[in-house]
């Protein structure tokens, strides 16, 4: 599991942090929609129905700031949020498997695609993935994608009360153990849970790392 400390005065920012304003800015379709690029930005990406606006809710304790839903391919676009006038929060639209049709999936697949490879002030994508499964291919594509960008990513399991210890420790052994051959991928990762309130101090104090 995540090795990474934080000392008690950053967990404590990191909580001041996400206890402040936290407001949805603009939702994006295309990329000539994006907000100007002044404040740094991280990204939740993940499969369809990973849990990305859960966890969002849950690190900032709002139930409602980001949608959520059993039919996967509710996200539609790029989510922006302010989060206190720091740092750009970004709930992508879930990749892989959607009810939708082809053409709209491409779509929102090549929307995300091309917002990282390009968008300079994007410093970290957090990669969710769902502890009950692992990675799937479209995860390691997406890895690979960035690899070859160079931009940075984080590996954060969700859902980690719906398995048991043992199956949490294998998971995520092998999750590292593939993390070795990426390039741009951070070497270890964290666990949470936004239903048992697991790991969401240290997802905070992370994301606070990357803010102005």
Same mark, same amino acid.
């Given at each position: 599991?995540?090795?990474?400390?934080?000392?008690?005065?950053?967990?404590?920012?990191?909580?001041?942090?996400?206890?402040? !304003?936290?407001?949805?800015?603009?939702?994006?379709?295309?990329?000539?929609?994006? !907000?100007?690029?002044?404040?740094?930005?991280?990204?939740?990406?993940?499969?369809?129905?990973?849990?990305?606006?859960?966890?969002?809710?849950?690190?900032?304790?709002?139930?409602?700031?980001?949608?959520?839903?059993?039919? !996967?391919?509710?996200?539609?676009?790029?989510?922006?949020?302010?989060?206190?006038?720091?740092?750009?929060?970004?709930?992508? !639209?879930?990749?892989?498997?959607?009810?939708?049709?082809?053409?709209?999936?491409?779509?929102?697949?090549?929307?995300?695609?091309?917002?990282?490879?390009?968008?300079?002030?994007?410093?970290?994508?957090?990669?969710?993935?769902?502890?009950?499964?692992?990675?799937?291919?479209?995860?390691?594509?997406?890895?690979?994608m960035l690899d070859e960008t160079a931009?940075?990513?984080?590996?954060?399991?969700?859902?980690?009360?719906?398995?048991?210890?043992?199956?949490?420790?294998?998971?995520?052994?092998?999750?590292?153990?593939?993390?070795?051959?990426?390039?741009?991928?951070?070497?270890?990762?964290?666990?949470?849970?936004?239903?048992?309130?697991?790991?969401?101090?240290?997802?905070?104090?992370?994301?606070?790392?990357?803010?102005?």
């Open positions: 599991m995540m090795t990474e400390e934080f000392s008690a005065n950053e967990l404590e920012e990191a909580r001041k942090l996400f206890a402040g !304003p936290c407001d949805f800015m603009l939702g994006v379709a295309g990329l000539g929609q994006l !907000p100007s690029a002044d404040m740094s930005e991280i990204a939740f990406a993940g499969r369809s129905n990973v849990g990305k606006s859960s966890l969002v809710n849950a690190l900032t304790n709002r139930n409602t700031l980001a949608k959520t839903s059993h039919t !996967p391919g509710r996200t539609q676009q790029l989510n922006f949020f302010n989060l206190g006038d720091r740092i750009y929060m970004v709930d992508m !639209p879930g990749y892989g498997y959607a009810k939708v049709s082809k053409e709209k999936r491409d779509d929102w697949t090549q929307l995300i695609f091309d917002y990282l490879r390009g968008r300079p002030t994007l410093r970290c994508v957090f990669i969710l993935i769902d502890s009950r499964h692992g990675f799937k291919d479209s995860d390691i594509e997406l890895m690979k931009v940075q990513y984080r590996i954060i399991l969700t859902k980690t009360d719906k398995i048991k210890t043992q199956q949490l420790e294998k998971v995520t052994a092998d999750i590292i153990k593939t993390l070795k051959t990426h390039a741009a991928g951070y070497p270890d990762v964290l666990a949470t849970s936004a239903h048992k309130d697991q790991g969401l101090k240290e997802f905070r104090a992370v994301i606070a790392s990357y803010a102005v």
